[in-house]
């Protein structure tokens, strides 16, 4: 028969070890994760993006009803105007501003920009008779 021995817990240098691996690891995990939701909702700002320029697109080429158009501060999720009522922002999405317009001396212009309220990434873009420019900041 084996001597009887008193059962024993962790010591409090186990106990300290452990904790501070473990505070290690959320050091590496918990930034990661918050850019790993700042990078979503960038993408929600893109996606829109690019959805509001492709209708843009159609504008001027004549595959939807083209009229002057003029958009402040829309904050999703909300639809917009006539003629791209199609389009609806995301949640969180700001556009900032969407013009499209024609200058009396025939000079097409159009400008948009957007970005998530919670993102670090804003869209934008502007054209002025075909000459595009586009800035990701």
Known sequence: MRPFRAETGFSAL????????????????VPNVQLYHQFA????????YSEIRDALSQLKKGDLDSSNLIVLAQDGPKELPEPLSHIRLTEGNTLDYLYDFTLGSGTRFSALQIHHSEGSRTYRYLQVNGKTLEQVF
Do not use: I
């Open 41 to 48: 909702r960038n993408k929600l700002a893109q996606k829109d």
């Open 14 to 29: 186990e106990v300290f070890v452990t904790v501070a691996m473990v505070g290690v690891l959320a050091a590496f995990a």
